[in-house]
């Protein structure tokens, strides 16, 4: 049976990206943005069955909509790992069709998927069945010399046919031999021409593009042209406080926006929440931030504060606040002068 799915969920996304879409990661993101719908970073099958699946797990209530990224080839394995993510209390478990890395390639898994659809296709219903949550996924447009529209149109196709109605495309080929995935992500060249035929071959299948969108003037353009919804990684990451506009320019949502004060103060509140039993949450969290003041007087001294050592073994859960002062600025709780030493 055929899942239905409203396109404006995936209408801004922010990509799984390994080692940084972290809880914390995603707390401090939300902060920016009520209507983005955030990933985890990918998790293996492997890794839920054998390793710390609580942990693994883990997000806060604050983090909705937020979908998990799994990574694996076994049905039965995948429908296990889909029914914990529920049971975890996710919005969305998306398949990973698009990895290039060769650690991923041996767990044959992620871009090398798209090489075996019937495969992948009995990964979703096999998941499709287990849940009652979205099941996606997210892919490239080919793979190594299979990078005709054919091949992704036809691979879609199989997807379509079992069921699937989010496909979440990165529009550069995955080139599995010869480029590091730093490379993958930048040499192969973008064809969003792909992920509008898609739309138009499958009019009722959310297409969602990923791939080289730096802003969301690209994001609202490519939607207006008629794809669902875009999903940006690193400039998303680097740049922060692009997800303030998210929400009035793609969702129509004119609250008033975060300042960086109430976004620091939250976040301190956050550090101070979570740092009893998760200590290194201070630093985990932090390392998130170092671009929150991009484009600011001071923004140089809030990163060199945010990278400093002292500074955490200084300030501990009020380092944010800290960082905020050196670099010229103050949240209202901060006091009179309660950060104007010049040495830690």
């Not at 990224?69 to 996710?90: F, M, T």
């Not at 793979?143 to 046919?161: I, K, M, N, P």
């Amino acid at each position: 049976m055929a899942m239905t799915a409203n396109p404006e969920g995936w209408r801004f996304c922010v990509a799984p990206m390994l080692d940084w879409t972290d809880t914390h990661c995603r707390v401090f993101h939300r902060q920016l943005s009520r209507r983005a719908r955030l990933y985890t970073e990918m998790i293996t099958t492997p890794a839920l069955v054998h390793g710390r699946r609580d942990f693994l797990l883990r997000h806060a209530e604050c983090e909705h909509p937020v979908a998990c990224q799994l990574g694996g080839s076994d049905p039965a394995e995948l429908a296990q790992a889909a029914r914990w993510v529920q049971a975890a209390g996710y919005d969305e478990v998306n398949l990973n069709c698009g990895c290039p890395s060769e650690r991923v390639q041996k767990g044959s898994f992620g871009a090398c998927l798209m090489l075996e659809p019937a495969l992948v296709a009995d990964c979703f219903r096999a998941m499709r069945e287990a849940v009652d949550i979205d099941v996606t996924i997210k892919h490239r447009i080919g793979v190594d010399q299979c990078d005709s529209y054919a091949f992704v149109r036809d691979f879609v196709g199989t997807l379509y046919e079992a069921g699937c109605r989010v496909f979440i495309v990165h529009t550069r080929s995955a080139w599995l031999k010869g480029l590091s995935p730093k490379e993958n992500r930048e040499v192969p060249p973008l064809r969003r021409d792909y992920a509008h035929a898609l739309k138009k071959d499958f009019p009722d299948a959310v297409i969602c593009i990923n791939g080289g969108i730096e802003t969301v003037q690209t994001a609202e353009e490519l939607i207006a042209a008629g794809l669902d919804g875009v999903m940006v990684g690193r400039a998303a990451y680097q740049n922060p406080w692009m997800l303030t506009t998210v929400d009035e320019r793609l969702y129509g949502d004119a609250h008033e926006p975060p300042t960086r004060e109430a976004v620091i103060a939250a976040m301190t509140d956050y550090i101070e929440k979570t740092a009893p039993e998760h200590p290194q949450c201070i630093r985990g969290t932090a390392r998130h931030m170092l671009g929150l003041l991009n484009g600011l007087a001071g923004a140089k001294a809030w990163r060199r504060t945010l990278s400093d050592p002292a500074a955490y073994a200084a300030f501990g859960t009020h380092v944010l606040e800290e960082a905020y002062a050196r670099a010229g600025w103050r949240t209202p709780r901060m006091g009179a002068d309660r950060f104007d030493d010049d040495e830690y």
